[in-house]
């Protein structure tokens, strides 16, 4: 990523959400831009340890509660990921579940160590968590307190914490008067508002590579969604990180999705979605989320890609 034009934008880098977070501010204000990096690295360090679905911290503590039936106290913030996670398993047909940590956790992914070299679980294991369904559609939401009708249900936020980290980060900014700013997230990027210059984006091909540049200008969020940065290993067999909630298995296949939205929480949320929907169902579940710029790709290359993601700048290997 970089910016089209001459202006030299500051920049803070922050090692959170099990990745490097790099945020370029345009702004004639120096001074400014750097006091808001400086809160926002602090605010970014918040919500690492807040959301962390396995170190301890309040939604360790709320999934907690949670599994024993309490009616658990919880932030703002966990709450809007709630009703946003609801949402957007309805409209993914469950393919989006924020509740399977408990089905992440059997399959070893609570972790930052990679690959993994455990056994995947047994088909027991995953038939009774099959079983017991967890949905976020078991969770009830009432004043600034949740309960969950399903004991098996394990909140996860990974599909969609950091698109809604860029989103109230790009709100402070913008309050700030700083919204000509990009956020990149270990590669998923968002631009906060429109700016008098461009931004060019570089859509990884999932290799390493290059496979489109974009010049854009906010608000608009980049997302991916792919397996081959976490994956596990058994006997010769590779499974990747990306867990469909349906089957209860790991996605054997290699695949990238890349979504375009102006919304982070929606293009992170529909990144993870298209790839567990693969090259069958991805069409069906794009227009039910109601996603219109989207990019499949395998280790082979392009798999599909939609005529509004085509339509937004030069594709490199079409």
């Not at 509660?65 to 932030?75: E, I, K, M, Y």
Request: proline share 6%; glycine share 10%.
């Amino acid at each position: 990523m970089g910016c089209a034009g001459k202006t030299e934008p500051v920049r803070g880098q922050f090692l959170v959400f099990g990745t490097e977070v790099e945020v370029l501010i345009r702004s004639h204000d120096e001074a400014l831009a750097e006091i808001a990096l400086r809160e926002l690295g602090d605010s970014f360090q918040q919500m690492h340890s807040d959301w962390h679905p396995w170190q301890p911290g309040a939604l360790t503590r709320l999934n907690q509660q949670l599994s024993s039936g309490q009616r658990a106290p919880a932030d703002p913030a966990i709450l809007a990921m709630i009703r946003d996670a609801q949402r957007l398993e309805q409209s993914s047909q469950g393919l989006f579940n924020a509740a399977i940590g408990g089905l992440i956790e059997l399959w070893g992914f609570h972790t930052s160590h990679y690959p993994i070299t455990a056994p995947p679980p047994g088909v027991d294991k995953i038939n009774q968590w099959l079983s017991d369904a967890p949905s976020a559609l078991d969770l009830r939401i009432s004043d600034q307190y949740v309960q969950s009708s399903n004991p098996a249900v394990e909140l996860d936020f990974s599909g969609l914490a950091k698109g809604y980290a860029a989103k109230l980060a790009c709100e402070g900014l913008i309050a700030d008067g700083l919204g000509d700013a990009l956020i990149n997230l270990g590669g998923d990027v968002m631009i906060c508002d429109q700016g008098q210059q461009a931004w060019t984006i570089a859509i990884s091909d999932g290799q390493g590579g290059v496979f489109k540049l974009l010049e854009a200008r906010g608000p608009l969020a980049i997302f991916s969604s792919g397996t081959t940065q976490r994956w596990g290993e058994w006997q010769g067999q590779r499974y990747a990180h990306l867990l469909d909630p349906n089957s209860g298995q790991a996605l054997p296949h290699a695949i990238q999705a890349t979504v375009i939205n102006p919304d982070p929480v929606l293009a992170d949320a529909a990144a993870t979605s298209l790839a567990v929907a693969g090259q069958q169902r991805w069409m069906e579940i794009a227009e039910a989320m109601s996603v219109d710029e989207v990019l499949l790709l395998d280790e082979a290359g392009l798999i599909a890609v939609t005529p509004g993601f085509a339509a937004s700048g030069p594709l490199g290997n079409l």
